[in-house]
């Protein structure tokens, strides 16, 4: 393999996994949020059985 071809493999893969980070950093605002929801009337509901 010749360092060039390394070398731009290694690019891709970092664009490929700074793209991934960024679409679950945008889905994680929105589905973060859902979820912390989704916690809290878990818990109401295992204190409210109480």
């Known amino acids: 393999m010749k360092k060039g071809s ?3 493999e290694y690019l891709a893969i ?3 996994v700074l ?3 960024i ?8 589905i973060g949020d ?4 989704g ?4 818990f109401q509901n ?3 059985r109480r």
């Open 6 to 8: 390394l070398s731009i």
């Open 23 to 30: 679409v679950l950093l945008l889905f994680a605002t929105t």
């Open 46 to 48: 295992i204190v409210g």
């Open 14 to 16: 970092i664009v490929l």
């Open 19 to 21: 793209i991934a980070l």
């Open 34 to 37: 859902r979820i912390v929801e």
């Open 39 to 42: 916690i809290k009337h878990f």
